[in-house]
């Protein structure tokens, strides 16, 4: 099957990622425009395959988070991808024990109606919003569906997880010259535009 514009940007990002023998959990994120507005993130916690699990939540983070409409061909000109993959995972001693700027964390709660729910942010969410610890719980806390007044009780209730990830991003623009370079070079793959992480 013919690989369309959007599958060969989405697929690309695995080319700008280490190689890699072992799995991980990972996650995928769109951005779009100068202020590079959040369009989609989606991800998993199980340790995947790098490509069967780029394959997988590339098209899952641009077509199917619920919070957005699905990427649109429009859109592509404007868009910025990247990919985390997550490592260190370790049980914090309690909720405020994670870095802003260093760690990811997920937690685990429950919730009003007595229901066990979890819930992320990755690495650089909380310092990108400017949010403290604090700021930054109980957004998730909110992000998780929780409904009630958050006390200081409560967030001692929680199960945190922090962790660290490793992040390529490419733009769509970067993306199409790096293409071209293929293209006038006769190769298959586009080479690395990035070798670092954040």
């Not at 013919?2 to 769109?30: G, M, Y």
């Not at 998993?44 to 990427?71: I, Q, V, W």
């Not at 992000?143 to 200081?152: D, H, L, S």
């Amino acid at each position: 099957m013919k690989k369309t514009t959007e599958d060969i940007f989405c697929f690309q990002c695995r080319t700008h990622i280490k190689a890699r023998s072992c799995d991980n959990p990972l996650f995928v994120t769109w951005k779009t425009g100068r202020d590079k507005r959040l369009r989609g993130c989606i991800g998993t916690f199980s340790a995947m395959n790098l490509h069967s699990g780029l394959r997988e939540y590339t098209l899952t983070s641009a077509l199917k988070d619920s919070r957005f409409p699905p990427l649109t061909r429009e859109e592509l000109p404007k868009l910025f991808c990247s990919v985390s993959l997550l490592t260190n995972f370790e049980d914090a001693s309690d909720y405020l024990d994670w870095e802003v700027g260093i760690h990811g964390i997920r937690i685990e709660f429950i919730n009003e109606k007595g229901v066990k729910r979890t819930a992320t942010y990755l690495p650089e969410v909380a310092k990108e919003q400017d949010w403290d610890q604090i700021q930054t719980i109980d957004s998730l806390l909110r992000k998780g569906g929780f409904k009630a007044p958050i006390t200081n009780d409560f967030r001692k209730t929680i199960k945190l997880t922090r962790y660290r990830s490793e992040k390529v991003t490419i733009s769509y623009a970067e993306y199409m010259a790096s293409r071209q370079h293929c293209f006038q070079n006769g190769t298959l793959h586009a080479p690395p535009l990035y070798n670092h992480y954040s």
